[in-house]
């Protein structure tokens, strides 16, 4: 449609109908034509009637492209004006066949493997019948009590874009490709803002930060996703300044519209409009819709506010219908750049026009994940497993399926390939003893494991937390591996000392207490469908492992909330302290993460032979780093660039990571690799909120993690 067709269209809808453009349902309240639909949240008995909801703008959690097919031709048969409903849903890493959870992708610490998963699993899902995910999160994290860690990319903000770029671009494609191509959905970045500053790492806990804080940490990837075109943004659960989200004006207008030049539809998390009645800032339901649409948010989701209340607020001259209008105008922009007027099934009904090959998906799948594992210890070369060791497989996820993680939507764990399977896919002679229980062993199963582990080379330990242990509502306020699977390591290691430890989880756990008992250690997340099989390419050496932490593992407890991009304090720690007190340290603890972000091992390993660069720069500095390789085989690594701007007008932070590219140097020799940093990569938020980037002085560090060395200095000059 064009856009005058659309205001045509606006100017033929009675109030109701167009209040009812603003609401979100789950598909159970079609009851007579839908199935329960997936409930992600507190769902309430909200009392629409029949005839509101044949004025609904959006149906989310459908599962089958049947079910989807069945409500739109039920709706439009209902709707006097004939506008389709959007379907949304929680595609997050994956539809059916799932790719490793969103964390481990930043751990890929590269944005193709993003931008692949966005497409292949959005194409999936939208053969499905789905149009919109409720995707990319870019929450920035810090603390991994907070179980959301999982579906975050990590703790720094330049990565977090990169990847937000990706995914958008992946899921969306180019600028106006969703209006044709409908193997492409839109994307509904979130939660905005701030959601992973939570008080105590407890979900939905307050939340608190300095404009400066906010503005430097927080918005960089939101602002990525919209520079990328993203077509939604979604409200968080947490207040901000002291007011939630979903009705804080000054975030969703002076923030959200003005600076980061959002235009789309921005939607509601699960019933957080009448949550703000619960966050008592607004009496009732009617109060609740009143602020929430004044101050921004668009769609109500799962609430009875907005068709409720909307109209009355409008009929006494509270709610000017112009405002009504503006907010129905983008629902209808979004279903317009769907190609939802011109083909309201969105390809369902055409042959060939949707869907992808499951062997496509899952190799893909396979891939991600072996480039998303990270590995993070591998003493005496223990890893790879060579052909003709003897190998066991032993623990609580040694035969488990449980490795898609939350937010796995129609996954089924039945198909996902475990640890196991994926060895006794390899020509390793592979003895599994898996045990039942996560958390309690009998004797019978101890001694077959520790029989086991003695009577081969290598002893692999599949250790971690259920799927159900990370994702949202799941904070711990210990986020360790379980005392039974620490003792049950330690007895392996007493009769095997080759023990190779694999983890799968969703955040980072509190490993210091492990790492006597393992010589190899491989952290796997949950890596989706294809796990087994993406851990066996890593464990024999058919894939080398390439992925980085992409947040710090904590030493201790006491540490959180940890990052590498900390303020030099007026009293940092340094190297040479020799005691005496009065600097920023714990009396019983370290201040160093046990693994920084960044980190992550691979077979062989690269040096940084020189970098040179100018002294002074003006618009841009050429930086050329030659890598050598001493080894015997091709080594690929993540180059990291870091930088320190050495006197800010605030303080900033020790290093901030500013580029990364993977490198592969051929055995034996060296690469020369030319980067470019610009200007705007010496930018920093200043007190009044601007961004900009000031003359003086900037070390640069060059490595494979965030405790890279310093390489000299250079001088940004008036240019
Ligand atoms: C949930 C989550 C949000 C999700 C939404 C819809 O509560 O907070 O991330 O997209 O509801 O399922």
């Given at each position: ?6 205001f ?150 330049y ?17 106006g ?16 803002a ?50 939630p ?41 009617s ?89 993070l ?44 399977a ?41 250790l ?26 330690q007895?392996i ?31 796997a ?25 992409p ?67 003006s618009?841009q ?16 690594e ?22 990364l ?59």
């Open positions: 449609m064009e856009k005058k067709e659309l045509a269209l606006l100017s033929q809808m009675t109030l109701a109908e167009k209040i009812g453009q603003l609401v979100q349902l789950t598909p159970n309240f079609f009851a007579e034509v839908a199935a329960e639909g997936e409930i992600t949240g507190p769902l309430a008995e909200l009392g629409i009637t029949k005839e509101e909801l044949y004025t609904l703008g959006s149906v989310l959690g459908t599962h089958t492209k049947e079910e989807v097919y069945a409500l739109q031709k039920n709706y439009l048969a209902h709707s006097r004006l004939k506008i389709p409903l959007v379907f949304m849903a929680d595609v997050i890493h994956g539809y059916e066949t799932i790719f490793p959870i969103p964390l481990a992708l930043g751990a890929s610490f590269d944005p193709a493997v993003a931008e692949e998963v966005a497409s292949l699993s959005g194409a999936e899902a939208s053969a499905a019948g789905v149009h919109v995910t409720f995707s990319p999160m870019v929450d920035l994290v810090r603390d991994p009590r907070w179980g959301r860690v999982l579906e975050s990319t990590g703790e720094d903000s990565l977090n874009s990169l990847m937000a770029t990706a995914f958008v671009k992946g899921y969306q494609g180019t600028a490709e969703l209006a044709t191509n409908f193997r492409k959905i839109a994307a509904c970045v979130k939660h905005f701030g959601y992973g500053a939570a008080e105590g790492g407890r979900d939905y806990n307050t939340v608190d930060l300095s404009d400066w804080n906010l503005y430097q940490n927080y918005l960089p990837a939101f602002q990525a996703a919209v520079t990328a075109g993203v077509k939604l943004v979604m409200t968080s659960f947490n207040v901000l300044k002291g007011i989200s979903t009705a804080n004006k000054w975030l969703l207008q002076d923030v959200l519209r003005q600076d980061l030049g959002f235009e789309g539809v921005v939607i509601s998390d699960w019933g957080a409009v009448r949550e703000l009645v619960t966050h008592r800032v607004a009496e009732d339901l109060a609740a819709a009143q602020r929430a649409f004044t101050a921004g948010c668009t769609m109500d989701m799962m609430s009875s506010a907005y068709i409720k209340y909307l109209g009355n607020l409008v009929t006494t001259g509270v709610v000017a219908e112009t405002d009504i209008d503006a907010a129905v105008l983008q629902v209808l922009t979004l279903k317009n750049d769907l190609g939802l007027f011109a083909d309201p099934y969105r390809g369902l009904t055409t042959a060939g026009a949707l869907g992808v090959k499951e062997e496509v998906l899952r190799k893909a799948s396979r891939q991600a994940a072996a480039k998303s594992m990270v590995l210890k591998n003493d005496e070369d223990i890893l790879p497993l060579t052909t003709g060791q003897k190998v066991a497989v032993v623990g609580p996820f040694a035969a488990s399926q449980d490795i898609l993680g939350a937010w796995s939507w129609i996954g089924q764990k039945a198909a996902a390939v475990s640890l196991a994926g060895l006794q896919a390899t020509d390793l002679a592979v003895t599994v003893v898996p045990t039942v229980d996560r958390l309690a062993y009998t004797p019978k199963e101890v001694d077959a494991m520790l029989a086991a582990a003695a009577a081969c080379d290598v002893v692999v330990v599949a971690g937390e259920s799927a159900s242990e990370s994702g949202e509502a799941t904070s711990k306020g210990q986020p360790s591996l379980p005392a039974t699977q620490v003792a049950l390591l007895k290691a007493a009769v095997n000392e080759k023990v190779v430890t694999v983890l799968f989880n969703g955040r980072p756990l509190l490993l210091a207490d492990i790492l006597l008992a393992t010589k190899g250690l491989v952290e997340f949950f890596p989706g469908s294809e796990g087994g099989h993406a851990l066996a390419d890593i464990l024999t050496g058919k894939v080398a492992p390439s992925a980085k932490l947040m710090s593992y904590p030493a201790t407890l006491g540490q959180i909330p940890l990052h590498y991009d900390e303020l030099s304090t007026g009293r940092p720690l340094t190297e040479d302290y020799a005691g005496g007190g009065y600097v920023s340290f714990y009396l019983d603890q370290p201040n160093a993460p046990l693994f920084p972000f960044g980190y992550g091992l691979t077979y062989g390993q690269l040096e940084v032979a020189d970098v040179t660069f100018p002294a002074t720069m618009h500095l050429p930086v050329t780093v030659t890598l050598h390789n001493p080894g015997v085989k091709a080594v690929t993540t180059l990291q660039v870091y930088l320190e701007d050495l006197v800010g007008e605030v303080a900033l932070p020790k290093r901030s990571l500013k580029h590219q993977k490198v592969t140097v051929a055995p034996g020799t060296s690469e020369k690799i030319e980067l470019t940093l610009t200007k705007d990569d010496l930018a920093y938020v200043h007190a009044e909120l601007s961004t900009a980037a000031d003359p003086g002085d900037f070390k640069l560090y060059v490595g494979f993690d965030s405790q890279c060395p310093a390489y000299g200095t250079f001088r940004l000059v008036e240019g």
